[in-house]
């Protein structure tokens, strides 16, 4: 699995890729920061994280499928994908080096987002307990979101529509409780209280407030690992296809 997961992140880091996604987030936090300063009545910087944390969210799901639309797609269109249906390491291992790397990207993207509320302590007050929750909260997210994108890339050899897909599924699923809210599913409460059960958005909302509910937690850790499983299976499948 190491060595999976290590040529992955070389994949990321020795190419400009890690760091053109990174801007990217960045852009999106720093936009997120500077338009809750700007709304601010005082000019001490002492405000919560809950309004950036959740409004990046929105955004974020735009960077991830460009994360993860390389996964397997680009192993089919170059015909590397033969090398590991061939190889003698277990599909669990390559499903799990691969997250592992994008998970890393993640978290490198979340170390360099931390110079925000560094700047906040330094010039007015964080509350610290919150923020922790904010970060727990956003990286079970992203996690999440990624086992997903790279579930979508492995249907499909063309990285732009793996990418395409993602981000159209990641919408629905992101908005799934507002299309729970409507009147017309108000009209069969079983199917409402079902689509609210698979809403990620409010359990987030809970992280960045500064809760942390089991519940959520394992929400989020339970859908990663479907869909990593998921993704196993149509692995799996593919290399038995191959004989």
Known sequence: MFSIYKKEVQSYFYTPFAYIVTALFMFLFTMMF??????????????LFPEVF??????????????????????????????????????????????????????????????????TAVHGKVVIGQLICAYIGFFLWGAMFIALGMLISSFTENSIIAAIIGEIVMFIFLFIDTFASTPFVSQFPLLQKVLYAFAAKPKFAYFSEGFIRLSDVVFFITATIIFLAWNYIVIEKRRWNRG
């Open 34 to 47: 500077n338009n809750k300063i700007a709304s601010m009545d005082s000019s001490s910087i002492h405000f």
């Open 54 to 119: 959740y409004n990046v969210t929105f955004y974020f799901i735009f960077i991830v499928p460009i994360m993860t639309m390389r996964s397997y797609a680009d192993e089919r269109k170059f015909g590397t994908e033969i090398l590991l249906m061939t190889s003698p390491v277990n599909v669990w291992k390559i499903v799990i080096g691969k997250f592992l790397a994008a998970l890393t990207v993640l978290v490198f993207m979340l170390l360099c987002s931390t110079a925000f509320p560094i700047f």
